[in-house]
């Protein structure tokens, strides 16, 4: 069973960047899809972008263009490099397997706070 955990969340000015990493423990990391959520204050928990075991992804309409998933396998780790901040990207951000999203078992998230 993979274990996740967040990071790389922080205050940034708006049109500003961040990369998030989500470092993966267990040995099931490289055959599971990965995928980021957020949750702003007050509003569900919603799919931002979705990466598979052969690198396909998948985004929100509202990240595409601005933010980029990714995954090294070897690191154990996926990324979130998000671009073009709006303060409507406030909000925690989350890392998860299908499965776990599936059982609404949830990590810490980290928070992205963007500053207008």
């Known amino acids: 069973q993979v274990q996740l955990e967040e990071r790389g969340g922080g205050l940034v000015q708006a049109g500003g960047s961040l990369r998030l990493s989500c470092a993966a423990s267990?040995?099931?990391?490289?055959?599971?899809?990965i995928s980021w959520y957020r949750q702003a204050p007050g509003k569900q928990r919603e799919l931002v972008a979705g990466?598979?075991?052969?690198?396909?992804?998948n985004y929100a309409d509202s990240v595409k263009g601005r933010f980029t998933i990714s995954r090294d396998n070897a690191r154990n780790t996926v990324y979130l490099q998000m671009n073009s901040l709006k303060p409507e990207d406030t909000a925690v951000y989350y890392c998860?397997?299908?499965?776990?999203?599936?059982?609404?078992?949830w990590g810490k998230g980290t928070l992205v706070t963007v500053s207008s």
């Open positions: 998860n397997t299908d499965s776990r999203a599936f059982m609404n078992d």
């Open positions: 267990g040995s099931d990391f490289s055959i599971n899809t």
């Open positions: 990466v598979a075991s052969g690198d396909r992804t």
